[in-house]
């Protein structure tokens, strides 16, 4: 008996409330983001003899990267049921899934995954290591103080614009859409919104924080969104969270939940009060090179001419490009003399993202070159570190 043709089509309701059964079952339990984010995305599926056998959402949601916005596809949500695993269908899936939404613009592709060497087969990397945190609230009360700032509840109109000009400090966070405070409050219920900064002025930082039910605790609180525009914010949003001391005894923060740097580590009395926890990361993927580097911002202080070679997308080959960067502008042009650095489409993913902190760092990563070539290439993304601050 012949296998019924696979197809991929865009998901009516009917399709979608198919998917949604599917997706219980091939993750074990209901993953919400799939009925909560479907008005928002494109819903894409694939079937085989009319049955929905897998499917994905697609999020068109720029990305700051250089302190500009820049086009992306951010997938979430996606599957295949079980009894189709191993025929790479979800290669084939994720192909359909991102058309539309680089027929829209997308020049860059973001997910998180479990699966990292799948999706690195097929041109992602990870940018950045990703840890939750754990520490006692006693800790955070004995090193943090507040004074002079101002603690307000709830969401303004000034928080939008906030979160938009800190997280243009860093590679790889949303510019995020209308819809997201009612979403976050769907995925997590009980979530209240701090705003912080300095008495009868605009707020300096923002925090979405929620007490949860903890096996051996009792309660817990978990940060979920934690921005902040200077030092003395920052220990006050942190203070904050030690004087639950009394009823919560630990702090999480999630995944997402606390920028890169140290912040929090240098200020603890005991250098082994915070428990880290490695999380998959999450992974980017450079859709159309020069357009990338077109639409990125780059340092007003670099004056870059740079020849590469960049692996094709096959990974069969190499294509000469040069990288020209001045006045805060970037083109990847096709040509160039002679290059002495060659980049996999991984590793130009991690470069744009400013995941190198080093020249040696690159190096143990696999790129390979002219010292004084790596040094030069790297000094146009360092200005920024990679952090994703949604999860999706």
Known sequence: ??????????????????????????????????????????????????????????????QWFGGRPVPSASMASGCVAPEERGGQLAARLIAERLRPLQEQGAVLATLWTASTGYVRRMGWEAPAQVYSWTVPTDELRRR??????????????????????LAARWNGPWQRPTWWVDWQQGQHPGVNTYRFGPSGEAPTGVMAVAGERHPAEGR?????????????TAAAMLAFLGRHNSRIPTVAFQRTGLPPGPLLLHQLHRSGAAAATAWHPWM?????????????????????????????????????????????????????????????????????????????????????????????????????????????
């Open 284 to 392: 980017l993927r450079v859709l159309d090179l020069s357009r990338a580097v077109e639409l990125r911002g780059w340092p007003q202080h670099v004056d870059l001419g740079l020849p590469l070679d960049i692996e094709t997308e096959d990974g069969t080959q190499t294509e000469r490009y040069t990288l020209r960067i001045t006045n805060g502008r970037g083109e990847l042009a096709p040509g160039g003399r002679s290059a002495h650095l060659t980049l996999t489409r991984r590793q130009f993913a991690v470069w744009y993202a400013g995941g190198y902190r080093s020249a040696a760092s690159a190096e143990l990563a696999g790129l390979y070159g002219d010292p004084t070539v790596i040094a030069r290439l790297l000094m146009a993304t360092a200005d920024r570190e990679p952090w994703l601050g949604d999860y999706f």
């Open 1 to 62: 008996m012949a296998v019924p043709t696979l197809t991929f089509a865009e998901a009516d309701e009917d399709l979608w409330h198919e998917y949604d059964v599917l997706a219980r079952r091939a993750y074990g339990h209901p993953v919400d983001a799939i009925m909560r984010l479907g008005e928002c995305a494109d819903r894409r599926v694939a079937l085989r003899g009319g049955r929905v056998v897998a499917g994905g959402l697609g999020l068109l949601i720029p």
């Open 144 to 165: 943090f103080h507040d004074a002079d700032v101002e603690i307000q509840h709830g969401e303004t109109a000034q928080l939008p614009p906030l979160r938009d000009a």
């Open 220 to 232: 817990r609180l978990v940060v979920y969104d934690f921005w902040s525009a200077d030092h003395p």
